[in-house]
């Protein structure tokens, strides 16, 4: 590949991030650093019912950036329920046109190697493009960041099914490649679900690490000498849970015989009802809320810590667990989604069934590393990803996209 030579538009709706999916970001920057020239199409969305709210607007050198802004946002902010969910599908729905709209556009201009949707919004951008014979001179990519959709499809939720037409009519779409991150929700099997009898040329990859095992080192003397420590790291959303990692928190701490603290990363509206909580069991004082960091201090946090919480009521493989399991840190967690294939339960982390809510009997497991040094160290030997999950580092999975993309140009 010459450098230079290659042209790739993005259509999205989720802008650029600092404090959490760093694969927004990456993505684009790393065919950018590989010698592609980048123009990123992207909706922003600014509701205080989203997770944009607390971010500043990123635009990355050398790529060409199109931002325009969801609609009905200040709407959106004071609606709730059923009401909530209309108003995003309408609003996703004029999003989507308007990136076919300025796709067009451009594409009238310039011509493009590959066209890269991104998500749901994006891909039907891109559906919409292809229907209509403007992305015949261009191979195009879908990418999706994992789906909630097997769940739906298993459980018999139609309802659910119902309002995520958009997302299935997203991955029906035909496309040179579709990609998916494997972030334990399953989502392979969505898709052969929904592209039934259809061929399709599909990458199911995990996401990219930041650290290793050589980045949270950690010694008795320095366990010893200070507070045993968890951390959990997720946006302050209602699916994250955040409250039964308070829980077992509180569990654990009642019965160590050595001070405990709790660090919680991240933010969202579910953050004053958390506080709240806290309060009320007593626990300001052992509970810090951190807030929004940015990606590389989130990371920090979890290699101060001795334990990782996430309490998903979906999968929990995100990005926190396995930069955890890179670096050795053990993982108290729930066995939803694909967590299972990831953790194993007394050997690198500890896994419970979410059907069965027993904080007591679960801080009695964790008791023995947390009130013993020795004990905790001797169970962070084992603390790796399973054989068959290998790691990689970003550079490295980003060279696995851009390799197969680069395939079909």
């Keep these: 590949m010459n450098k230079g030579s290659k042209k790739i538009l993005f259509l999205s709706a989720l802008d650029f991030k600092e404090k959490s999916i ?3 970001r990456i993505t684009p920057e790393a065919y950018r650093d590989h010698g592609w020239k980048v ?7 600014n509701s205080p019912n989203g997770n944009y709210f607390y971010e500043q607007e990123i635009s990355p050198k050398e790529i060409a950036i199109n931002r325009f802004y969801w609609p009905l946002s200040s709407l959106r902010g004071r609606s709730r329920g059923f009401v909530l969910i209309l108003l995003n599908k309408l609003a996703g729905l004029w999003v989507a046109l308007r990136l076919f709209w300025l796709g067009r ?6 011509n493009v190697d590959v066209i890269y949707g991104y998500e749901t919004h994006g891909v039907l951008a891109l559906g919409l493009l292809r229907l209509l014979g403007w992305a015949k001179e261009s191979k195009t990519v879908s990418r999706f960041q994992g789906s909630f959709l097997n769940e739906m499809f298993e459980n018999k939720q139609y309802i659910r099914l119902v309002f995520n037409w958009d997302r299935i009519l997203a991955i029906r779409i035909r496309t040179d490649v579709l990609i998916m991150t494997d972030d334990g929700t399953q989502g392979d099997l969505a898709v052969q679900a929904i592209k039934k009898g259809q ?3 599909f990458k199911f990859l995990v996401n990219g690490v930041d650290a290793g095992r050589a980045d949270a080192q950690q010694s008795i003397e320095g366990i010893v000498s200070r507070p045993f420590m968890f951390v959990s790291v997720s946006r302050l959303v209602s699916w994250k849970r955040v409250e039964r990692c308070i829980s077992l928190f509180a569990a654990i701490n009642r019965k160590a015989s050595r001070p405990c603290l709790y660090r919680i990363v991240g933010d969202g509206d579910e953050r004053p009802k958390l506080e709240a909580m806290v309060a009320d069991l007593g626990l300001k004082d052992r509970v810090t809320f951190v807030g929004a960091v940015h990606h590389e201090q989130a990371v920090l946090e979890i290699k ?3 334990v990782l919480f996430s309490m998903y009521d979906s999968s929990n493989v995100g990005n926190p667990l396995i930069e955890s399991l890179a670096m050795g840190i053990p993982i ?3 066995q939803t989604g694909d967590t299972g294939t990831w953790i194993t339960h007394g050997k690198n982390g500890f896994i419970w069934t979410p059907q069965e809510l027993d904080f007591e009997s679960w801080a009695e497991e964790l008791i023995p590393i947390v009130d013993n040094p020795k004990k905790y160290l001797e169970f962070r030997k084992n603390v790796q990803p399973p054989a068959e999950k ?3 580092r970003w550079d490295e999975r980003m060279m696995v996209e851009i390799d197969v993309v680069g395939e079909e140009v």
């Design 39 to 45: 123009t990123y199409l992207v909706a922003r969305d």
């Design 105 to 110: 556009a451009y594409l009238k201009k310039e």
């Design 390 to 392: 290998p790691l990689m």
């Design 22 to 24: 760093q694969v927004i």
């Design 199 to 201: 061929s399709y040329n």
């Design 304 to 306: 101060k810590a001795q």
């Design 332 to 334: 108290a967690t729930l």
